[in-house]
């Protein structure tokens, strides 16, 4: 069966860095566009930041500069790089697969979500 497992969420003051992992089981990885998605308390889920299978990324104009995504498809895995955090990054951050086919097919698949603190 699919499965997302992020890691590498936790408490951190403002200014700090962390690194999100998300590992990747059940599909084939390396075709797959992946992304991070945060949600904060009261607010709707929110893209972070994209990747496509070929490694062009995007990023939510909140985070430019800040955070890095990256992927190794030897290792199935998608990362997640956030520096010079602010307590407005504080949220439960998900790692999403999702792949359109031209046939109509539509994969979508998520993780529980690991949870980010910046706080003094």
């Known amino acids: 069966q699919v499965q997302l497992v992020e890691s590498g969420g936790g408490l951190v003051q403002p200014g700090g860095s962390l690194r999100l992992s998300c590992a990747v089981s059940?599909?084939?990885?390396?075709?797959?566009?992946m992304g991070w998605y945060r949600q904060a308390p009261g607010k709707q889920r929110e893209l972070v930041a994209g990747i496509s299978s070929g490694g062009s990324t995007n990023y939510a104009d909140s985070v430019k500069g800040r955070f890095t995504i990256s992927r190794d498809n030897a290792e199935n895995t998608v990362y997640l790089q956030m520096n010079s955090l602010k307590p407005e990054d504080t949220a439960v951050y998900y790692c999403?697969?999702?792949?359109?086919?031209?046939?109509?097919?539509?994969?979508?698949?998520w993780g529980r979500g690991t949870q980010v603190t910046v706080s003094a």
């Open positions: 999403n697969a999702y792949r359109h086919t031209g046939y109509g097919e539509e994969y979508d698949y």
């Open positions: 059940g599909i084939i990885f390396g075709i797959f566009p």
